[in-house]
Structures are given as C-alpha cells and as structure tokens.
C-alpha cells in the first residue's frame, strides 16, 4: 500500500555521497574533542569479547567472542532466538552484558560521547509514533545528535522516502518504516551500521537496493554489521560471516569458506536403491542416506563412482546429480536445533532436542516480531 | 514544523529510490574514512560540550512535545476542570470560600491531575512506541536524557499551571467573585501553581521511567493521588500519629497552594490553617519530584532495553 513502491532505479551503488558534503557539525565537533584523552580510536572496529548474556535463567548469549573489522559487510547469522538480538543489543549498550563486554572503536557505546555519530542502528521497525510525521522523526533525533535540519532531508533522499516525509508513519507500510529507520540510523552520518534482520519487510526490490547500499556503504571503508537468520538474503551481500547458535558461535570467517568438508554429494535416482547402496557399500562408500522421493544422497563419492557401480550391480538411473555441500546447507546444519555448539567442552550437557517446540529455546528478543504496540 | 499539504507523489518518476542523477558509486578517496584527519576522533565530551550535547537533548524533547498531540489534548480538560470549579465555587457561597481558595481548590485538586498525567504520558509513550531506542542510542546518556525529559515535562506543567490559573480566572470573574478586582492571593496561588505544576510534569516523568508501562504508570499515579494518600494520611490521623498529609506528594502540592490561599484570609482562620507553611511544603514537593526524576534515571540507567 506504501507509496514507495520498492522501485529501484539502481544502475550501480545507490549510497548519495554528497550527503557527506555536509560537514559543518563535523568540523566543530573536531575542535572540541582534540583534547580529549578518553576518545575513541575511530577505528570502526566492533570487538566482542567474552559475552555472555542470561535473562533471568535464560542465557540468551554465553562467551561469545568475535571481531567486526571495517570495510566489508559482516553478516550475523544465526536463527531465530540465537542471540543475534541480545549481541546487537549488547553492542549499543542497550543491554548489559552479565559479563564480558563488547566494544566499539576501543570503548564501551556509553564512552562514545557522540554515540549516533559513530554509529547508526536499524533495530526494530516498530520505534515510530504513528501519529508523527516522518521528518517530524527525523527531527527529533537530528535534534539529539546535533546535525542540522538539512540532514533530515538528505538522509529521505537516500532511502527514497523524500517525497513521503510528511506522511504519518502509521500510514507507512512495513518496507517504508524499514527505510525510516535506515533514514534515522544514518543521520549522524555514522561510520558504523548495525542492522537487525534489515530485509523483514522489505520487497525483493528493497531487498536488492539494501544491498547495494550495504555494500557502497562498506566500501568506502566503514562498517557494517548485519544480522539475518536467512543466510540467502544476505548471501550476496556479506564478505565475512559470524555465525551462532543458541547464543554460542560455530562459525566465523569468509563466506566462501563456509563450504563444509569438501566432500563432493550426490544425489542419485535409480530402480532400486537398497541393492545400489548396497553396491556402493561393496566399494567402501558407506555414508549413503536415503532421501524421501526413494532416492539416494552419497557423500564421499563422485558421479562417476555412483554411475559406474550402478551399471556394474545392473541398477537402472533415472536421475544422477552432484552437489556442491552448499552454503545453505552447511548453513541449516551448523544452526540446526540439534547442533551442539561447543558440544564436546560442554560434557554432560544436553544431548537430544530441548524440550519442546523451537519456541522453548532461549528467546533472546521477539523485537521486531511484535505487533504494533498501537 | 512540516507542511501537511505536501503531495505524497513528486510529478515525474514514481518515488525513485533516488532522482538517477543521484546514483553515483561513492567517492572512495572522498569517503574513505581512513584518510588521514577524514573521520572525527570522538571524545567523551567534557564540560561545556556536555552542556551542549543537553541542549541537544532538551530541543530533541521539545519537539517530541509539540509532533503529538498529548500536551494540547490534556490541558484541554485541566483548563475547563479550573473554569468549571472556580465558576461553581465562585457561585457556590462567596462568603465561605474566598475566590483563593477556590482557585487553589481548582488548581490542586483537578487540574493538577492533567499535568502529572501528561508527565507520565509523554516519558511512556516513549516505551509504549518503542521510540525509546532510538531516544536512548541517540542520546550521551540514558540519565541525561530521562533529565532532559523531565525538564520539557517541567516546562508543558508550568505552561498548564498558567493556562489553568488563567482559566481558573475566567471562571471566577463569570462567577461574579471577582467584582472587586483579582485579589493579590488568587494571582499568587496562580503563581505557585505554575511551580507545582511544573513539578508535577517532571514527577510524572520519573515515576513514567520507573514503570514504563503507560496504562500501569497512569493508574499507579491517579489511584494513588486519589486514593492510596488520602487513606494513608487519614489512617495515620485516626491513630493520632499525627498529621503527616502535608508531607506526602500530593498533600504537600495541595498544602502549598491552600496554604498560601488561605493566609490572613477569614477562611483561612476558620479552617484553622495547616502547620507548614505554604514555601515548605512546596519545597517538600520538590523534593519527591526531584527524587521521583533521579530514581526514574538510576533505573533507566540499569534496565536492559528489547
């Protein structure tokens, strides 16, 4: 319903860099904070270290360490209740860690002095009063960071909303509030952004301009964090993953890396599956399981293998395919429910599903999932 | 502060992400933040800076005040409760009660009410609307902001105390109890309820950040105004613990005003005048108010925002 229509005229990045032109606040801000011994390196760089998080008997997050480094897009994986939330959260001191600490450019979010300047946040498209107009937001908060009035409307420009500022925002669609809050973490014109789950909301089309504005963003050299429990929608746009489970880390480095053993699959369709496994069993392949169509996956062997063992045991094909160990595989195993993080450090921990459905797992934060608090 | 009137679709491309001529790739030798003196080192500001960084916050309240409409649609009914009681009280028995008394009823009884419960309402509705994120990320700090707050909060109850008293006025002139002029006393109590009131909306604030659940903040505050004080003070008085109503919050707000409306008049004889006098119990008052803000901070400061 949104006036937006998600349209996207992208031929290339679509980050504005004359709104950086603009840099009157910055230049007093200089004067002021030469003298300071308390500043922050300005690196860009998120370090989490040693966090552990737990509501009540809840342990959203536990010892969780990793390191954001600027110019590229880190991706935050991990599925719902991991504790992608409660981390975010962490970072920009809106949560208090029970114990380790997470810091931005060297120093705790509460030290950064001007923290909306250094970073900029998209958490949650639901932190709007509906009777407010969108520039009225913006203002607000323009007011609080210290820019000018003129960024309110460079920062609508950027995300598309210009010609909808004086619109209510109750009477914004879910993809347009997405972009609001896109417009109110930019308008320090922050060297940082942390997204929470950015893509709910946003059409195929804003999903595609998020991106190339992720990735413009990053490559002029600053940070991006960006959580999303759906590896495909970040897939294109992060250089570097972290990737937890039930508020404990199981992978952390390049994208491209996050390939699995290496071992090649395949999938194979023939007349008679009991007698080809049993073949392949004959030539040492053992890691075979059956699939529901009546098929085969072999792990460990080629096409060719399968093939020619088949037509030695005179088992017919219908189908023969290999597969990469896909990243959304190796995804879906690594954040599988059954997964154990850490499971052989942790003895005697539990070994089978916990105790009913998925909902019962820690819960970091249903932010984002609520409805509209009217 | 916007133009309502502005046409949701701009003639030409529908909402372009952004006009074509904007789609530039960035600047890498412009942008690039790691060039030298290209990003600002920030800094803990100190000083004259913070000072700055809190006018930030108290303009960034201001306009949170007047985007909604919260603060007109509640002083609305504070002025008619003052017009209303002071037209009835003026016209009710002129002898028995001076028009000061009337105004301080008026005042600290009803229209009181409306402005600790716009305190509440406009520090709430930041939970309510989750907008409290983005208020508390923007911000150098949860305490300053939950002051700054406070301090707008402030300033809308004074401007209810002046509506109010000027109401309150209105009222009692139709009345017919004003045929001798205003009376010194009535424009005082007028005055100090500028100051209660003020007070009122920043103790709404604090209480508000404690609790954090509008509907629970609002009912807390109006059950125990109306309510939990009178027959707290009044179980105190049966016991003969003696009389402690003035030194609770909303008998101490009442006390200064009835106490200063009720000085060297024959009501106020008549009615036998409390024991504290009236600038006592305004700084009682302002007492708790300041507390009610300070422990509203210490809790938002420790609280996990989700």
């Known amino acids: 319903m949104g006036a937006v229509n998600g349209r996207n005229t992208h031929d290339g990045s679509t980050y504005d860099p004359r709104a950086r032109d603009n840099r009157a606040y910055d230049t007093r801000a200089h004067d002021t904070r030469a003298h300071d011994s308390r500043s922050h390196d300005g690196s860009g760089r998120i370090v989490v270290r040693n966090l552990t998080k737990r509501f009540g008997p809840v342990e959203a997050v536990r010892d969780l360490s990793f390191t954001v480094e600027p110019g590229r897009v880190t991706g935050f994986l991990g599925p719902n209740g991991a504790g992608k939330t409660t981390t975010l959260r962490a970072a920009l001191g809106l949560v208090i860690p029970t114990a380790g600490e997470v810091t931005i450019n060297g120093v705790r979010y509460d030290q950064l002095g001007h923290p909306a300047r250094v970073v900029g946040a998209l958490l949650d498209s639901q932190g709007f009063h509906r009777a407010r107009r969108a520039r009225a937001h913006l203002k607000i908060y323009a007011a609080a960071i210290g820019v000018p009035d003129t960024r309110v409307d460079e920062v609508l420009t950027v995300v598309g909303l210009h010609g909808d500022g004086d619109r209510k925002v109750g009477g914004y669609s879910l993809g347009m509030r997405q972009r609001l809050s896109l417009a109110t973490a930019l308008l320090g014109d922050p060297r940082i952004l942390v997204l929470d789950e950015p893509g709910s909301g946003l059409d195929p089309q804003g999903v595609a301009w998020l991106r190339e504005f992720l990735r413009a963003f990053a490559a002029t050299g600053r940070t991006v ?150 | 502060m916007t133009s309502p009137q502005h046409p949701p679709n701009p003639p030409g491309p529908v909402n372009p992400i952004a006009p074509v001529s904007d789609y530039q790739h960035p600047d890498p030798t412009r942008a690039d933040p790691n060039r030298p003196g290209a990003d600002r080192p920030g800094t803990r500001p100190a000083g004259p800076e913070m000072l700055g960084q809190f006018v930030a916050l108290l303009r960034s309240e201001l306009r949170k005040t007047y985007s909604t409409a919260a603060w007109w649609a509640l002083l609305i009914p504070a002025a008619l409760l003052s017009l209303l009681v002071n037209l009835a009280t003026g016209q009710g028995n002129g002898l028995a009660f001076s028009p000061g008394l009337g105004m301080a009823l008026a005042l600290g009884s009803f229209s009181s009410k409306l402005a600790v419960v716009y305190g509440v309402v406009c520090a709430s509705s930041e939970f309510r609307h989750r907008t409290i994120t983005t208020s508390f990320l923007t911000a150098p700090g949860r305490a300053q902001l939950i002051v700054a707050k406070a301090v707008v909060a402030g300033l809308v109850g004074a401007v209810y105390g002046a509506v109010s008293g000027i109401a309150g006025i209105l009222g009692a002139m139709f009345a017919g109890g004003l045929s001798g ?78 106490e200063l409306a009720s000085e060297g008049t024959l009501a106020g004889t008549l009615l036998g005048g409390g024991t504290t006098p009236w600038w006592l119990a305004l700084l009682i008052f302002a007492g708790y108010a300041v507390l009610a803000v300070l422990a509203g901070a210490a809790i938002a400061q420790r609280r996990d925002v989700t």
């Open chain 1, 225 to 374: 964090l960006v959580s999303s429990h759906q590896l495909a929608e970040v897939a294109q746009t992060v250089d570097h993953v972290v990737i937890i489970n039930k508020g404990r880390q199981v992978y952390e480095g390049r994208l491209d890396q996050l390939q699995g053993d290496g071992r090649p699959k395949v999938r194979v369709l023939s007349s008679d599956a009991t007698r080809l496994a049993t073949a392949l069993a004959g030539q040492g392949v053992t890691d075979i399981q059956s699939t529901p169509d009546g098929g085969l996956t072999v792990t460990g062997a080629s096409a060719t293998t399968v093939g020619d063992t088949a037509l030695a045991a005179g088992v017919a094909i219908y189908g023969l395919t290999q597969e990469r160990a896909d990243l959304e595989r190796q995804f879906l195993e690594l954040t599988d429910a059954r997964y154990q993080p850490g499971a052989s450090a942790s003895a005697g921990g539990p070994t089978g599903q916990p105790p009913g459905p998925p909902a019962a797992q820690p819960a970091g934060h249903p932010a984002g999932q609520d409805g509209p608090l009217a």
């Open chain 2, 181 to 258: 002029g205003v009376p010194e006393n009535l424009l005082a109590v007028c005055a100090v309820a500028v100051l209660t009131f003020a007070l009122w909306g920043a103790l709404g604030v604090g209480v508000a950040t404690m609790m954090s659940s509008q509907l629970a903040a609002i009912v807390a505050v109006l059950v125990y105004l109306l309510l939990v004080e009178q027959v707290v003070s009044g179980l105190v008085s049966l016991g003969g613990w003696g009389q402690i109503e003035s030194y609770m919050p909303g008998g101490a707000a009442n006390t200064a005003l009835t």
